[in-house]
């Protein structure tokens, strides 16, 4: 008899290719011999032994089919089986127990592995406010959501992706408010994702984007709770990861990028300066180093002659063409940044010695870049900031710009500028406007835009998401 | 459908009405009219609601159809295609002109020098590519940049304002003159036209009529704004002054002395420009599909694009050329366009109607 408890053990044992971590337990009692698998790096051997293992031997002259999920101790979750599951309990870090005198698997929890406790997130500090961040394991992001919403319309979905790592994605929406046909639609996208496996949640952005090729960002994301919670609130769809503390939002709007955390914890009239502020930025990064070159280059008429003398001067003797030159800064930039990126912190100060001292003032002295140069890159590399989620998109829309300012002109500015524009506006996921509330204007929808109101004129969701249809149209 | 609504249709109706108004015409006008320009302006605005009044009727009675279904049903299928085609031209040479003017422009005050090419490459992908991604995205493009632009041409016209102006000297030009004047521009007008193109992509209710006017009347009065204030500014010197609204600003000695301010009016004329030549090269492009139904919009840009590189070489650039073209010949053919086509088309209607109450 206790041969078919071997003979299932070593089974399981070949299935996991005799992985160091798979671990295996018999106990021999008078009615036959019981089973034990588990994975020791997804479970915790303490709390088998203490919960699982010593219960069943104090109660083994009385253990039966019957008893033995009364026997094992209540403050852990257990569950019947089918033989199907037992490698997907396994690896969720479960034990699975299964006997010779009964038919049943026992699937009982004791998944221990280590989690980050939340903490805030080092991209969205906010001044006031909830600083909660999510974390890489899932269950805990799924708590720091349900204890935000208490709610029986609070839905968390779960689908498997990944066909080597099975990683968990979760869709979690509110049932009322959440369109339905958004959450179908992703859930329909989400369970044709072919791949090996997800490591992150950026692995599946590409899935859901209705244009993956596309520069522009069509899913929102978050590293906070209280922010994904109020997206949910005005009908999106969160998707947690498991193992991503950044938790992705759709429908995606380009305002939502404008709005922060911070917004909605303080004066209403402050916020709403603070967001023209972000636009403002926002605008600077894209156009400010291509348009002083269009400036410099073709329209020096329309600058006012001191800062036109400035600009004489110290450009005077330069080596490099003023486009070369902006590039030039602009490439010093950019590798300054990936470097600070990437240097350990004990080297951070060293890489702002090297950067703002050496490069930029010797570079300076030694007349190679002249300061408005570097004055305009520095501004536009800043004022990016304002708007960090966008940072990618910006910074290869600001390449373009230096290159068209440089070229063409204002003209080319300006026409570049539309040309980026009238294709936002052709970016229409889940039927949502890319350029809500503004374009199409919704007037409902302006309370939450560059100017806010109170919360208690917000009073309902706003529109842009909760109808599917295109709005103008009706 | 993708459909554009009722704010969005107005904008695109303001833009129209506006765009090709103010940089060449209140300074050749003047030639023909002096100051009283003004009042023939006024007396063709007014004709013109007539398009605007058959449109809304037709949009009443059609909501969901396309203008060439519509004109099929009355006057056949090949007839409809000709009408459609007379269109057709219009907005070709539309789009041609609104270049002209912008590039006259650009050459004149913005880059100095031989720009032809420059302007060509700047402009043409952009305004193909919008054309590509459809009406809804332009118009919603418009609907951003509306307040933008009106604030653009509410600053020119302040500016202006608060210099040296002058009541301009009206009532010079006789009646005659005045109709001379009317019909060598006629080709500038015509404007409400591009509705009738894209009548099926157009969202309204009858509540949204009156939206609807309220942008037409409002861009009919900054234009008269603009030609007032800009007679009153260079009173008997007006015709040598080819970019009105930029001209507005560019000889405000005071302000220019704070610092140039040109660079307000060089967004708003480069903006409302491409604006006008996406409206009219969408109109052309769907015209086209409607005349050659079997061929794809792609296939009407190409087409406008060969068209355009071969009159690009006869006509841009080519100022006296292109003054005599539009106020001599094309005003005939302005005249066919803006009023005839439109006039057959108010008879289907009827026609329709009274047989509906039959």
């Known amino acids: 008899m206790k041969q078919i408890v071997e003979e299932k053990i070593e089974n399981f044992k070949n299935q996991f290719h005799d992985s160091d971590d798979f671990a295996s337990r018999i106990f021999i009692c008078d009615q036959g011999t019981i089973g034990f698998v588990f994975l020791k790096s997804m479970s915790d051997p303490i709390l088998f032994s203490q919960n699982i293992y010593l219960p069943i031997q104090n109660y083994a002259k009385t253990i039966s089919s019957d008893n033995l999920i009364n026997v094992i101790l209540k403050n852990n979750v257990i569950e019947k089986i089918e033989s199907k599951d037992i490698i997907k309990n396994i690896l969720d870090g479960k034990v699975v127990v299964f006997s010779d005198f009964f038919n049943d698997y026992i699937s009982v929890d004791i998944t221990s592995y280590p989690t980050r406790t939340p903490s805030e997130p080092p991209t969205s500090p906010v001044i006031q406010g909830p600083r909660e961040g999510f974390v890489e394991d899932f269950k805990t992001n799924m708590t720091l959501i349900r204890r935000r919403i208490h709610s029986k319309d609070l839905v968390f979905e779960t689908m498997f992706v990944g066909q080597i790592t099975q990683t968990k994605v979760i869709l979690t929406y509110i049932d009322k408010v959440a369109d339905k046909k958004v959450v179908k639609h992703i859930k329909n996208k989400i369970s044709k994702i072919k791949i090996n496996g997800i490591v992150d949640s950026y692995y599946i952005l590409s899935f859901l984007e209705k244009r993956p090729n596309s520069l522009f960002k069509q899913i929102g994301n978050s590293e906070k709770p209280d922010v994904v919670v109020s997206k949910m609130l005005e009908g999106k769809v969160a998707i947690i990861v498991d193992n991503s503390p950044i938790v992705l939002t759709v429908p995606f709007i380009l305002m939502e990028d404008m709005q922060s955390s911070n917004d909605y914890y303080t004066n209403h009239h402050y916020s709403s300066v603070v967001r023209f502020i972000r636009m403002l930025g926002l605008l600077i990064a894209i156009v400010a180093p291509g348009f002083y070159l269009a400036l410099q280059l073709f329209h020096y008429n329309i600058l006012p002659l001191n800062f036109l003398i400035t600009i004489a001067d110290t450009t005077q003797g330069l080596p490099f063409t003023p486009f070369l030159e902006i590039l030039f800064i602009f490439l010093l930039f950019q590798i300054l940044y990936e470097v600070s990126l990437r240097l350990p912190s004990y080297l951070g100060l060293a890489t702002s010695v090297v950067g703002a001292l050496i490069l930029g003032d010797t570079g300076v002295k030694a007349g190679l870049i002249s300061p408005p140069g570097v004055i305009i890159t520095a501004l536009a590399k800043i004022a990016l900031y304002t708007v960090p989620e966008q940072q990618s998109q910006i910074t290869v829309l600001q390449i373009i710009f230096i290159i068209l300012g440089g070229s063409l002109g204002i003209l080319g500015i300006v026409c570049g500028f539309i040309y980026v524009v009238n294709y936002l506006n052709t970016l229409n996921d889940f039927d949502t406007p890319y350029m809500a509330p503004y374009a199409p204007r919704i007037r409902k929808d302006l309370q939450d835009g560059l100017i806010k109101v109170p919360p208690n004129d917000m009073k309902s969701p706003p529109s842009s998401f909760a109808g599917p249809i295109n709005k103008e149209g009706k | ?358």
């Open chain 2, 1 to 358: 459908m993708k459909t554009i609504s009722a704010r969005q249709t107005g904008i695109i109706i303001f833009l129209t009405i506006f765009a090709n108004k103010i940089l060449l015409l209140p300074s050749i006008m003047y030639q023909k009219s002096q100051a009283d320009a003004v009042f023939v302006m006024f007396g063709i605005f007014a004709l013109e609601l007539f398009i605007l009044w058959v449109f809304l009727s037709l949009k009443k009675r059609y909501p969901y159809q396309n203008l060439q279904q519509i004109l099929k049903k009355s006057i056949g299928k090949y007839l409809s295609k000709v009408l459609i085609f007379v269109f057709l031209i219009f907005f070709l040479f539309k789009t041609i002109l609104t270049y002209s003017v912008v590039y006259v422009y650009l050459k004149d005050l913005v880059y100095q020098d031989e720009f032809g090419f420059l302007a060509l490459v700047c402009f043409l992908p952009v305004v193909n590519h919008a054309v590509v991604c459809g009406l809804r995205a332009m118009g919603r493009t418009f609907e951003l940049f509306y307040y933008l632009i009106l604030a653009g041409v509410i600053f020119c016209l302040a500016i202006a304002f608060f210099t040296e102006i002058s009541i301009p000297v009206f009532f010079t030009a006789n009646v005659g003159a005045m109709f001379n004047s009317a019909f060598t521009h006629l080709f500038s007008f015509g404007d409400y036209l591009v509705l009738f193109v894209f009548i099926d992509k157009i969202s309204l209710e009858k509540k949204d009529y009156k939206k609807i006017l309220s942008f037409a009347f409002f861009a009919i009065i900054l234009v008269l704004m603009i030609f007032s204030i800009f007679y009153a500014k260079y009173q008997i010197t007006s015709f040598m002054h080819n970019n009105a609204l930029a001209d507005l600003l560019v000889f405000s000695v005071q302000f220019n002395a704070i610092g140039r301010l040109d660079i307000v009016a060089m967004l708003t004329i480069m903006t409302l420009g491409l604006f006008q030549l996406e409206i009219f090269q969408y109109a052309f492009c769907e015209s086209f599909v409607m005349v050659f139904d079997k061929l794809s919009i792609k296939y009407a840009i190409a087409v406008f694009d060969i068209l355009f590189f071969v009159i690009y070489f006869i006509l841009i650039g080519k100022y006296e050329l292109m003054i005599q073209l539009t106020t001599q010949y094309l005003s005939y053919f302005s005249l066919l366009s803006n009023f005839i086509v439109p006039i057959i088309i108010a008879c289907c209607l009827f026609k329709k109607k009274k047989e509906l109450k039959e």
